[in-house]
T-cell receptor
């Protein structure tokens, strides 16, 4: 079975600061990788996804993530955060080529101070 | 509809009661998933349907939990003899399952269940 670790439980940044949220997974095979975001009072939304190909993927709202296979990592980055990025961020995985359930990390709460 | 919908948005019940939570997936999505999210945690998988059949129910915590999807569209999650520990947000998601590139899951707003 797969597992996902998000080591940062709560991150507080000022506007314009750079962001990097860590995500590491454990699984014996190849995986699809996702970052979801949950804004206050809203449902989970997909930020970006990696299935195959270029390990640097770009998502919505200026976010990007890099898949480093040797490190089993898929860290989320944004060069300059905004107050509106305040939300909870979840990393998730599922086995490649499947429509199977996602395994989520415990989430990182990001607070951006204006 | 345009997205996954779930009803009710909030449900308050008493310990020992029976509850039903409904999910209406995106039209044409054959895969449907139920997850449970407790406070401070990420969503945890409960059950997954491919069409009308439960393809994987390994996440259901015990036999008080049951889900159906009789016509391959709407699904109902049923919880018998509710316990306070069942309090959580129950999330539904749906996805296309044609090919690897289409297994993005789209989530509904969730049902917040509170068991008193």
């Amino acid at each position: 079975a797969q597992s996902v670790s998000q080591h940062n439980h709560h991150v507080i940044l000022s506007e314009a600061a750079s962001l990097e949220l860590g995500c590491n997974y454990s699984y014996g095979g190849t995986v699809n990788l996702f970052w979801y975001v949950q804004y206050p009072g809203q449902h989970l939304q997909l930020l970006l996804k990696y299935f195959s190909g270029d390990p640097l993927v770009k998502g919505i709202k200026g976010f990007e993530a890099e898949f480093i296979k040797s490190k089993f990592s898929f860290n989320l980055r944004k060069p300059s955060v905004q107050w509106s990025d305040t939300a909870e961020y979840f990393c998730a995985v599922n086995p490649t080529g499947s429509a199977r359930q996602l395994t989520f990390g415990s989430g990182t709460q990001l607070t951006v101070l204006p | 509809g345009a997205g996954v919908s779930q009803t009710p948005s909030n449900k308050v019940t008493e310990k020992g009661k029976y509850v039903e939570l409904r999910c209406d997936p995106i039209s044409g999505h054959t895969a449907l998933y139920w997850y449970r999210q407790s406070l401070g945690q990420g969503p945890e998988f409960l059950i997954y349907f491919q069409g009308t059949g439960a393809a994987d129910d390994s996440g259901l915590p015990n036999d008080r939990f049951f889900a159906v999807r009789p016509e391959g569209s709407v699904s109902t999650l049923k919880i018998q003899r509710t316990e306070r520990g069942d309090s959580a947000v129950y999330l539904c998601a749906s996805s296309l399952t044609i090919g690897q590139g289409n297994n993005e899951q789209f989530f509904g707003p969730g049902t917040r269940l509170t068991v008193l």
